[in-house]
């Protein structure tokens, strides 16, 4: 079995979100099953010298964007035993960041032909082309609509996996024509009020469609989380499956990482030296018994920062905790915590920043995990947190309610807690509750236990992708 991915990015050359890490784990878990799987993706201006200076010039071809063609080099780099392609323009990828610009449409055009076009010089016929969100989704609509006449295409299968259903890629119509090269025959497939819409491509063109979490398949096939996609979602459910996302269980093993402070495998006592280091760093008070909660996060609307500014003073106020927040993202929600740090010195730290090594650092420190997402297609954040011991609050929604369970202390089950309304007492009450049962050593032993001894890497789902690759090649 050969298999491409098309991504625009992939840990860890070059990370926006959620999707990299995927892109950088899961075709280890693929190869290790026997899969010969390689990668493409757009040669950023972003990734860090020490790839690109390693990089192998295969071959260089033209690629057709409308009535012109555009360079395109290929470069080659083997990274952890996978062949990663990257796709070489300055005009269209030479730029600061990775989207956000006002010809994305263009840029993202280009790279979805130029992985078809390149693939008789690369001498890589795959099996399954899978793409990896709407940058790379109009690549089973070109495959249909270039391609399939020439047979070294006309057996080529694709799988479409939606990451996140807000972001679409929707451009104006002449895209289709003047980019694309397609006719109006193409347009009832990927319209969208007028325009063209790069995710409505990859679902109605694929051979099948993945998303990344059981609940979260079901949930976009619903009017709040379809975004005006679900009832096309609905009509191809025979088609959709859900498979939830792993972790790089290897780089993310608190036993080997050389990043935090003491390494352990599941002893609390050992956790706890990261709490005494982590509180030293960030200035802290130095108090093992004092429960801390964490939060490594994107600071946007849809991670339920609302609910966190609405109760957060009368937290840190009435409890004895201490709040640890790393992340970056809208004005607005980082000068508020900003602001609050300064309220509560000894009991709130926010770093305003990115840094792997700190959340790293973090995971393994924190006592509990909070998510309260208005909605988590899959989530990794919460998986790390297992992994490190650090017990997940989560809203029960997306991948959060297919991965966490809630610790019954009748049974002794369940690996962290959650709640259902999207409600900032809700929240609230539900990490008191936690917190509580911090302070019973019985049943944080068993909560713990359970979040240790979970399997948070790829081969399970990997093999379920490899169901799906088989059914739709034979």
């Keep these: 079995m050969k298999v491409l991915f098309a991504a625009a990015e992939g840990h860890p050359f070059i990370k926006t979100g959620g999707l990299a890490d995927v892109i950088g784990a899961l075709p280890k878990a693929l190869k290790s099953a026997g899969v010969d799987v390689r990668v493409i993706m757009p040669k950023f201006k972003g990734i860090p010298d ?4 390693k990089l192998e010039h295969i071959t260089a071809v033209d690629v057709p964007i409308g009535w ?13 035993g996978i062949p990663v392609y990257f796709v070489d323009n300055e005009y269209y990828f030479g730029r600061d960041g990775v989207y956000g610009y006002m010809d994305d449409g263009e840029r993202f055009a280009f790279f979805n032909r130029a992985v078809l076009e390149c693939l008789e010089a690369i001498d890589f016929q795959p099996d399954v082309l899978h793409c990896h969100d709407w940058h790379a989704a109009v690549i089973p609509m070109l495959l249909q609509g270039h391609y399939r006449h020439n047979p070294f295409y006309s057996n080529i299968r694709t799988v479409f996996t939606i990451h ?3 972001y679409q890629g929707v451009f104006p119509y002449e895209v289709l024509g003047e980019l694309l090269g397609l006719d109006n025959s193409y347009f009832e497939g990927v319209e969208y009020y007028g325009n063209i819409n790069f ?3 990859g679902i109605v063109y694929s051979d099948h469609v993945t998303t990344v979490s059981p609940t979260y398949a079901e949930e976009i ?3 709040y989380f379809g975004y005006g996609l679900e ?3 609905n009509s191809r459910a025979d088609k959709l499956s859900g498979i939830v996302n792993g972790i790089d269980t290897k780089s993310y093993n608190p036993s080997t990482d050389q990043q935090i402070f003491t390494r352990y495998r599941n002893n609390l006592a050992k956790k706890a030296e990261n709490k005494l280091g982590l ?9 093992p018994y004092i429960p801390m909660v964490a939060m490594v996060t994107r600071l946007v609307d849809s991670k339920g920062l609302d609910l966190i500014t609405r109760v957060l003073d009368e937290l840190l106020y009435y409890d004895d905790i201490q709040f640890v927040l790393l992340g970056t993202g809208d004005e607005v929600y980082e000068r508020w915590f900003r602001e609050a740090a300064w309220r509560y010195p000894t009991k709130l730290s926010s770093q305003i920043l990115f840094n792997d090594a700190l959340s790293r650092k973090i995971y393994a420190a924190s006592d509990l995990f909070l998510m309260p997402s208005k909605f988590e297609p899959c989530g990794i954040s919460q998986l790390l947190a297992l992994r490190y011991g650090s017990i997940p609050v989560v809203r029960e929604t997306g991948g959060l309610n297919d991965t966490v369970q809630a610790y019954n202390e009748e049974t002794g089950a369940g690996n962290g807690f959650t709640f259902k309304d999207y409600n900032a007492h809700d929240m609230m009450f539900t990490l008191r509750r936690a917190i509580s049962f911090y302070g019973k050593p019985e049943h944080w032993k068993k909560v713990t236990k359970n979040a240790f001894s979970g399997d948070y890497s790829w081969n399970v789902s990997a093999q379920q992708y490899i ?7 034979q």
């Design 50 to 53: 020490k790839f690109t200076a």
């Design 68 to 80: 012109r063609n555009q360079y395109c080099g290929i470069e080659r780099l083997v990274y952890d």
């Design 164 to 166: 996140n259903l807000l």
């Design 199 to 201: 995710m409505k491509a």
């Design 221 to 223: 096939r619903t009017p």
């Design 231 to 233: 009832g096309l979602l």
């Design 279 to 287: 509180q030293q760093e960030l200035g802290l008070p130095v108090a």
């Design 467 to 473: 169901d799906i690759y088989t059914e739709i090649t």
